[in-house]
């Protein structure tokens, strides 16, 4: 679990995405992250967004966007150079964003992602619990239900 996203991680997965939006005609990028996805989604749409914003939306799954918080929680150490989302909170706030959490999730409780979300002062922001699912099961029962939910402003 204590996986370290650090900013070579970020430039890595910023190369991939500027190569695969080479063969596309959308100028915008939808992100969907699920669990440390969710976090790698996070930092590199703070990343994308420091001068213009090609992110037209973040989905989130069973996320882990305060790794402090969740690592006290866990009682596990951080790692060096390691990037919280959380210090990027406000910096995404204007970004349409879904997060969707389970009451029942094990490793990645609610108050985590009520940690982030406070930080927004936006509306952009929402919080959607999925029933019938935990950490690691029940998120591709509900896939088309995550697609159809377009994150708004």
């Not at 959380?86 to 940690?115: C, E, G, T, W």
Request: proline share 4%; with cysteine.
């Amino acid at each position: 679990m204590n996986e370290a996203v650090n900013y070579f991680t970020i430039q890595l997965n910023n190369w991939q995405l500027n190569t695969l939006q080479l063969n596309t005609s959308s100028p915008y990028i939808h992100l969907i992250g699920y669990s440390g996805g969710a976090t790698v989604a996070e930092l590199l749409t703070s990343h994308r967004c420091l001068k213009t914003c090609d992110v037209a939306s973040i989905r989130t799954l069973a996320r882990n966007l305060n790794t402090e918080l969740l690592n006290q929680a866990l009682h596990i150490s951080v790692m060096p150079e390691s990037l919280n989302p959380i210090n990027m909170a406000k910096n995404l706030q204007y970004i349409p964003q879904i997060h969707f959490i389970v009451d029942d999730d094990q490793r990645v409780s609610p108050s985590i992602s009520a940690s982030f979300i406070a930080l927004q002062s936006s509306n952009c922001a929402v919080i959607v619990n999925v029933k019938h699912a935990d950490h690691k099961h029940g998120w591709a029962e509900n896939w088309t239900n995550f697609l159809q939910n377009t994150p708004k402003c």
